[in-house]
């Protein structure tokens, strides 16, 4: 009988992304396994039908979204519940429901309750990719590391990109970001592309929220806002042909290194240090020269600088992004 494997990380999409590793590590260790992944509602979209897993779980986030998980979960016998998620709520869902043997970092607060724990530390040279994979170790399945694609679109994606390939090489710039200080300045963005649109289409891609702000570097009929047009799976498909991507530490350099494209990412509150840099080939960071005593500012960046400057932004300068590519 396939043992079967629960993953419980349900972050934003760029963690989900960094955890496909993991899965596939794990499926080269037990091919015939079953892998289920809890994953949270709304990033599902670009796991769906996803050959690594047999089945995702989204999570609203909500107690009641995670009563529901536990009553359906329970009812399964798992060989190990891999807690990849460093927070209490998914730490007491993987203690209770019934497993053979459980697994997650040091750092989640339930960590004292499962059958191992793992160091999850915050270095130089370790990126998240490596700390999620170290929880293989306990189980003996240390599986080969997956080159990629990690993501797999269906034909039905490649098929919706196809009117955007016909134009010639092409960049995507992905300014934006959830937290405002993870962003450049607009003006570095504006810069670069006036450099670039003669050589190259350039597709700015986001959130569909983020659309009405791209329309400001919509410099040239060469640059096209795609905010909004493609599902993910679309995007990691573009992206796949992408000459290159540009992009500030978010999803979109984690979607860059899950199709194995040569990526720039621009790191201003946080940094290279926290393990979540581009991955593919021929990739580079782009940052600020000056050793700034407020940086980082914190994990995932604020909303404003507490410091009130933001000369982790101000500082960029447009010759580092013209000299990666």
């Known amino acids: 009988m396939a043992a079967r494997y629960l993953i419980l990380q349900p972050a934003f999409l760029g963690d989900a992304i960094l955890t496909l590793p ?17 994953v949270r509602q709304s990033t599902e979209e670009l796991f769906t ?19 529901t ?4 979960l329970r009812s399964q016998r798992w060989a190990a519940i891999l807690t990849v998620h460093r927070y209490f709520r998914m730490g007491l869902l993987g203690r209770f ?28 040279g370790i990126h998240e990719v490596d700390r999620n994979l170290a929880l293989l170790r306990p189980l003996n399945l240390m599986g080969r590391r997956p080159a990629p694609p990690w993501l797999f679109p269906p034909a039905s994606a490649w098929q919706a990109i196809k009117p955007y390939l016909a134009q010639g090489p092409f960049l995507i710039v992905a300014p934006t970001s959830r937290w405002p200080t993870k962003e450049a300045p607009f003006s570095l963005w504006e810069a670069f592309i006036r450099k670039v649109k003669q ?8 959130a569909p929220s983020d659309r009405a702000r791209l329309e400001a570097l919509v410099l040239s009929p060469r640059v096209q806002n795609l905010s909004g047009r493609l599902s993910l799976l679309e995007v990691a498909a573009l992206i796949a042909h992408a000459y290159r991507v ?28 926290f393990g979540f840099g581009p991955l593919a080939p021929r990739s580079r960071i782009v940052e600020v020269s000056e050793a700034l005593s407020c940086r980082p500012c914190g994990l995932h960046g604020h909303q404003a600088c507490p410091a009130g400057h933001f000369r982790c932004g101000w500082g960029l300068k447009v010759e580092a992004l013209l000299e990666s590519l």
Do not use: Q
Request: charged letters at 15%; hydrophobic letters at 45%; glycine letters at 4%.
């Open 22 to 38: 993991l899965i596939g590590a794990l499926r080269d260790a037990d091919p015939i396994a079953e892998v289920h992944w809890v």
């Open 49 to 67: 039908g996803h050959p690594w897993v047999s089945r995702l779980w989204p999570w609203d986030k909500s107690w009641k979204g995670w009563s």
């Open 69 to 72: 998980l536990y009553m359906v």
């Open 97 to 124: 429901l019934p497993a053979a043997t459980r697994v997650t970092f040091d750092k989640n607060p339930l960590a004292w309750a499962y059958t191992y724990r793992v160091s999850h530390v915050f270095a130089e």
């Open 199 to 206: 050589d190259f289409t350039v597709y700015l891609t986001g």
């Open 246 to 273: 540009f992009t500030v530490d978010s999803a979109t350099t984690h979607m860059a290194s899950a199709m194995g494209t040569p990526t720039t990412t621009v790191f201003c509150a946080t940094v290279p240090a």
